[in-house]
């Protein structure tokens, strides 16, 4: 069985520290951290670029020589608002004291190009409506390839509504054959309301070589190397995710399983 469900760490600190090592690929890497007011995290990116989402809370930020101030504004991911974020270009030093209890995510991948340290939100970002009937869900654009403010990262959040399915119809971003695909690792950082739901996530090709169904609850990570990646929020409760996606170029191309893009085409 392949090691795609993560669990995390604990309910404090680090939570969760994917690194490419750890997850056996080449690009992406993901860490949270959960703090009580007045706890501090810091690092270095070294080789590495960061996009920092306030997934809830507030906490005060320094991060590439600039202090940004207190940050954050959703005490609750479920609030569906915006949230505030900031791009660290590589070898960038930071730094964050929270001011609340506080959820924090730090998008990781290599550094490409010369892009500046910047707010990336909640200016700039609109939640959006994507799909039809029972697979409609709404999505917040941090940072996809639209937004020219990064080297390698792309990175979105979705709001599932309860009964709805996400990520589907099934698709897949692993090879590296633009402008039909590109190849795209991909992390999934799931929460779930009430909190003590559970979720669905198939990871599987279509030559059956990878083919695991798991059942996410909340705080874990699903690691999709490759593969379609349909999920499902059972009936009365909420499903977010926190999506982190890097590979050889900065593009989202993607194909659809066959036997399933005839509710693509419908639905277009």
């Known amino acids: 069985m392949a090691d795609l469900l993560r669990k995390p760490l604990g309910n404090h600190g680090l939570v969760h520290n994917i690194t490419p090592e750890s997850a056996g690929w080449g690009y992406v890497g993901f860490q949270l951290y959960r703090l009580a007011p007045g706890e501090c995290a810091s690092g ?8 920092v989402v306030y997934v809830e809370g507030k906490g005060h930020l320094t991060g590439a020589g600039q202090d940004w101030g207190i940050l954050g504004e959703r005490m609750d991911v479920f609030e569906r608002t915006p949230p505030h974020c900031v791009y660290l270009p590589g070898g960038s ?4 004291t929270a ?5 924090l995510a730090l998008c990781l991948a290599p550094a490409k190009g010369d892009f500046p340290p910047a707010r990336l939100g909640p200016e700039g970002i ?20 639209a937004r020219d403010v990064a080297g390698s990262l792309l990175v979105t959040e979705v709001f599932t509504p309860s009964g709805h399915w996400s990520s589907y119809p099934s698709h897949r971003h692993d090879a590296d054959d633009f402008p039909r695909m590109t190849y795209l690792e991909e992390t999934y950082y799931h929460r779930l ?14 030559d059956g070589s990878l083919d695991e169904t798991m059942a996410f609850k909340n705080h874990d990570v699903v690691l999709v190397p490759k593969g379609h990646h349909p999920c499902g929020a059972p009936y009365g409760y909420d499903m977010y995710y926190l999506n982190v996606m890097a590979g050889p170029r900065r593009n989202w191309r993607f194909e659809n399983d066959p036997d399933h893009d005839w509710i693509a085409k419908r639905d277009a």
């Open 44 to 51: 270095k990116l070294g080789d590495q670029e960061a996009i």
């Open 99 to 103: 001011t609340t209890d506080l959820t």
């Open 193 to 206: 309301n009430p909190a003590q739901g559970f979720g669905i996530q198939r990871v599987y090709t279509e």
């Open 126 to 145: 609109e939640l959006t409506p994507r799909g039809k009937g029972t697979n409609t869900r709404y999505v917040n654009n941090i940072a996809m390839d």
């Open 93 to 96: 030093d930071w730094s964050v």
